[in-house]
């Protein structure tokens, strides 16, 4: 189960730092803990979702995704191993021998396409770089997925955000949070480029699995997507490091790796923006001026601060006839003021005597209902205008 493998892997991991270089064991270690001695996955992380005896590329040699599926038959389960893990331990005991052997295995079972193509095509991938089946480009994205992911929950639980440059001002670590948030929300380049790639590795597992394509048919098909893979890793790469450059210790990529275990200080924790503060624009003029409709949510909030639903919020993506739409930057300004003008006219329609008159509950659901309107007339708007 899951708890055994978290111990496996600490003890692993314990274990391989206090061997010797070069040890018998070490493979094994590394497999354990999915890291190569250099550092890299041995399994990337966009194959860590799938099941054990799944987690191979299309150009994983073909005896190790036979040879791993027949361990799991005759165990009955229990054998669960990634086939890139047993090429990876094949690979580490045989050396080089087993570099040149591996891909010749990779054609067995294989009728379509000419032998010495096949082995030809693997056997390269051993010796020459090819960007499009290189994972770095995953590598990357993750690693910077795995930073926003810590700056979010630094950010929602006052921790401390040791990625960030400990000489930002509050300002700006709240900017931090909010931008983190906005690039692996919906709509946002992370998110984007997951829902994407997802569909990309998918389009590659049908290939693999079918039978009507030969093999050299498969291997062009796979390249033009492996291509789009990288292709979208990168626009989420370029973000992450416009980020990192802005508000990260060494300004990029570099120093984020260095950093990862270095911890931070007190100068770096994160306060997330309340929600006030998180308003657009067009609300901003009204929390300066302590309008009415302001105070009065500041007054139920303060009396359970879980009701941050009481204030006025805008959405950034909806559905509409099982459409899922986003606001782009290009329509937001219009789809708020269009929103605030409805939230306003319903807000300001209640009179002091009937607020007074009201109870806590009721004055929630009064302020959901301002949002429900205000949302539908801003909708009806954007799909008119914009969609």
């Known amino acids: 189960d899951k708890f055994s493998l978290d111990i496996m892997a600490t003890v692993g991991g314990n274990i391989r730092d206090i061997l010797p270089d070069g040890s018998i064991f070490s ?38 995704v036979g040879l791993s599926k027949i361990m799991y038959d005759l165990t009955g389960g229990a054998a ?30 294989q009728a379509d396409g000419a032998w010495y193509q096949r082995l030809w095509a693997d056997t390269s991938r051993q010796f020459m770089t090819d960007t499009t089946y290189s994972n770095r480009y995953g590598n990357l994205f ?13 950010g929602d639980t006052g921790g401390v955000a040791s990625d960030l440059n400990p000489q930002l001002t509050d300002a700006e670590r709240k900017q931090a949070y909010t931008d983190a948030k906005a690039l692996t929300s919906s709509g946002g380049a992370f998110n984007t480029a997951s829902k994407n790639v997802a569909a990309l590795y998918a389009e590659i597992d049908a290939n693999n699995t079918n039978p009507n394509l030969t093999w050299a048919q498969r291997q062009d098909l796979n390249r033009v997507l492996r291509e789009r893979i990288n292709t979208e890793y990168s626009i989420a790469i370029a973000e992450g490091e416009k980020y990192f450059g802005q508000y990260g210790i060494d300004r990029g990529i570099a120093g984020r790796i260095q950093v990862i275990a270095g911890g931070g200080s007190d100068a770096q924790k994160l306060t997330a923006p309340t929600k006030i503060e998180t308003l657009p ?44 739409y986003t606001v782009g930057d290009d ?14 006219d319903y807000v300001e329609g209640i009179s002091d005597d009937d607020w007074a008159n009201m109870d ?11 949002h429900r309107e205000a949302s539908k007339d801003a909708k009806r708007n954007y799909l008119m205008y914009y969609a």
């Open 27 to 64: 493979p094994l270690f590394d497999t354990i803990n999915n890291q190569t001695y250099l550092g890299i996955p041995i399994v990337s992380q966009s194959l860590e979702t799938r099941t054990g005896i799944d987690q191979y590329e299309d150009d994983t040699a073909r005896s190790f």
């Open 80 to 109: 669960n191993i990634s086939p890139e893990k047993l090429q990876y331990l094949t690979e580490s005991y045989t050396g080089v021998l087993g570099q040149l052997l591996i891909p010749l295995m990779g054609t067995i079972g």
């Open 142 to 154: 993750y690693q910077y997925r795995d930073g926003f992911t810590e700056i979010i929950k630094a």
């Open 281 to 324: 624009d067009v609300f901003q003029g009204d929390v300066a001026d302590g309008a009415d409709y302001i105070a009065r949510s500041e007054e139920l909030i303060a009396e359970n601060p879980t009701l941050t639903t009481v204030y006025p919020n805008p959405p950034r993506t909806f559905k509409d006839e099982g459409v899922e």
């Open 331 to 344: 329509a937001w300004d219009d789809f708020t003021q269009t929103y605030y003008d409805t939230y306003i």
């Open 360 to 370: 806590n509950e009721a004055r929630v659901e009064f302020y959901r209902d301002a």
